[in-house]
């Protein structure tokens, strides 16, 4: 079994409207009914610097950053995030649940703007260097099905969720190649299938990847 000590960092990746934040919650819940201190973050933003940013990132006109301006500013956000909020909360043993994390800078900027691999992953060595999750859980659905869920909600439309179809599609196309290239790390989760039905895949694979009781 896992020591309860031991801090384990889990990211949430995937489109618009995938339903990350509602399952990152409750998965949340069942690590604290078993025991385990969490925290749960968010990118961009997470830490007070990050938040700031943030402000900037997802809010105003769709152009208002080109791609290398954009990129810049998640991984400014995400340093900081990183070395104030997320290591020192891994360090005291507890469990970092984030909703994205550095895939979303690839396939969003890589993948989607055209950026390309090898500039977000030179930014994102200079940035964090080696420093990866634990586990990535990839929420993966049809792009326009999760655009007209994230149209559903109650709040404003960020800057990307006003992006063309064909950006989102990139976008999926990234976090599966993502997926794909770091099977280790990822698992992909059919985000259609029912709430309960998601969250219950989700549970084994913490049980089977971290050998801990979820019961």
Same mark, same amino acid.
């Given at each position: 079994?896992?020591?309860?000590?031991?801090?384990?960092? #889990?990211?949430?990746?995937?489109?618009?409207?995938?339903?990350?934040?509602?399952?990152?919650?409750?998965?949340?819940?069942?690590?604290?009914? @078993?025991?385990?201190?969490?925290?749960?973050?968010?990118?961009?933003?997470?830490?007070?610097?990050?938040?700031?940013?943030?402000?900037?990132?997802?809010?105003? @006109?769709?152009?208002?950053?080109?791609?290398?301006?954009?990129?810049?500013?998640?991984?400014? @956000?995400?340093?900081?995030?990183?070395?104030?909020?997320?290591?020192?909360?891994?360090?005291?043993?507890?469990?970092?649940?984030?909703?994205?994390?550095?895939?979303?800078?690839?396939?969003?900027?890589?993948?989607?703007?055209?950026?390309?691999?090898?500039?977000?992953?030179?930014?994102?060595?200079?940035?964090?260097?080696?420093?990866?999750?634990?586990?990535?859980?990839?929420?993966?659905?049809?792009?326009?099905?999760?655009?007209?869920?994230?149209?559903?909600?109650?709040?404003?439309?960020?800057?990307?969720?006003?992006?063309? #179809?064909?950006?989102?599609?990139?976008?999926?196309?990234?976090?599966?190649?993502?997926?794909?290239?770091?099977?280790?790390?990822? #698992?992909?989760?059919? @985000?259609?299938?029912?709430?309960?039905?998601?969250?219950?895949?989700?549970?084994?694979?913490?049980?089977?990847?971290?050998?801990?009781?979820?019961?």
């Amino acid at each position: 079994m896992t020591d309860t000590n031991c801090g384990r960092f #889990i990211t949430f990746e995937g489109g618009e409207g995938a339903g990350k934040t509602t399952q990152l919650g409750l998965l949340s819940e069942s690590l604290r009914c @078993a025991g385990f201190p969490v925290l749960l973050t968010r990118e961009p933003g997470g830490s007070n610097g990050a938040e700031e940013i943030r402000n900037l990132l997802v809010t105003g @006109a769709i152009g208002r950053w080109d791609a290398i301006s954009e990129a810049l500013l998640h991984f400014a @956000a995400r340093r900081d995030h990183v070395e104030t909020k997320i290591k020192p909360a891994l360090e005291d043993g507890t469990w970092v649940l984030c909703d994205r994390f550095a895939d979303s800078s690839m396939a969003y900027q890589g993948y989607g703007y055209g950026l390309g691999r090898e500039r977000i992953e030179a930014l994102q060595q200079f940035s964090i260097g080696e420093f990866l999750p634990d586990l990535t859980l990839i929420f993966d659905m049809p792009v326009e099905a999760g655009l007209a869920r994230a149209a559903g909600r109650d709040e404003d439309k960020s800057r990307y969720e006003q992006l063309d #179809i064909e950006f989102h599609e990139r976008v999926r196309d990234g976090f599966r190649e993502i997926a794909v290239a770091e099977p280790k790390r990822c #698992i992909i989760v059919d @985000a259609q299938d029912s709430v309960v039905a998601v969250q219950d895949g989700l549970r084994k694979a913490i049980v089977d990847r971290f050998d801990i009781d979820l019961a």
